[in-house]
């Protein structure tokens, strides 16, 4: 078993360490938990082409907000915070007010996430034209699309540690 804990988000937003049961049982399976990290590090990377990581990291805080997960949409929160992003921006979009943005490429971004994570059959084939409409490449849209699906995941894993951790601890 490798040791993933110093540098693995859900463990550190979920609160694990080694002395719980709810972590042994999610390391029985380091493989998985090494593969969920490096996702994050790949769709956040600062050097990934195409979507900015403040879009990016924009978008998560939308999903975040909207599945909702308080301890995930912090994370992304204090992420933007760290990159400088403008608070009034972080507020718009963690209130879903985006569609007061000016800017028409974000606006669209998180148009698509709003109805990916809410109505996702609504996120059909018109949806996805609008964000090359919007300046989008398709690169972009897949990014955009693996980061909701990423995001998506990441909540749920979250949600189920933290019941686990808490059945634990009253036992």
Avoid at 117 to 137: E, M, N, R, W
Wanted: hydrophobic share 45%.
């Amino acid at each position: 078993m490798t040791n993933t804990q110093q540098t693995d988000t859900i463990d550190r937003l979920v609160g694990l360490s080694a002395t719980l049961n709810t972590y042994s049982v999610r390391h029985q399976r380091d493989k998985v938990v090494a593969a969920t990290q490096k996702s994050e590090e790949g769709l956040f990377d600062p050097t990934l082409p195409g979507l900015t990581l403040a879009e990016r990291l924009l978008v998560a805080l939308l999903a975040c907000t909207l599945t909702p997960s308080v301890t995930c949409a912090a994370e992304y929160r204090n992420r933007l915070l760290a990159l400088g992003t403008d608070h009034a921006l972080i507020d718009t979009v963690s209130t879903g007010a985006f569609n007061q943005l000016t800017d028409a490429r974000l606006r669209s971004i998180l148009t698509f996430t709003h109805t990916l994570i809410t109505d996702p059959v609504k996120a059909d084939k018109a949806a996805l034209q609008a964000l090359p409409k919007a300046g989008l490449t398709t690169p972009e849209v897949v990014t955009l699309a693996q980061l909701i699906a990423f995001v998506s995941y990441q909540v749920r894993v979250v949600a189920g540690l933290k019941a686990m951790k808490l059945l634990e601890q009253q036992a």
